[in-house]
């Protein structure tokens, strides 16, 4: 099943974040798409959630460097 989640990023400044940050969702599995805010400092994630899950999209962000505070991000399930 198709699911969205967005996350605040509060470090997201740059096209160099996107890049950096949209790059690791994409090696991610189970990631359809993943859009980032430079301006609003947000991350929009389409996944498969039989696959993957916040745990996992949360900490490919981290991997590269950003924190993702823990409150943040909103869920909803998709067709």
Do not use: N, W
Not at 36 to 52: P, Q
Not at 61 to 69: K, L, Q, S
């Amino acid at each position: 099943m198709m699911e969205s989640d967005s996350f605040v990023v509060p470090a997201i400044s740059c096209g160099h974040c996107k890049g950096v940050i949209e790059g690791a969702l994409a090696l991610l599995e189970g990631v359809a798409a993943a859009d980032v805010d430079v301006a609003a400092k947000s991350v929009t994630v389409r996944y498969d959630g039989a696959v993957a899950d916040r745990a996992a999209i949360i900490a490919a962000i981290e991997d590269v460097g950003y924190d993702v505070p823990k409150a943040a991000g909103s869920s909803s399930a998709g067709g």
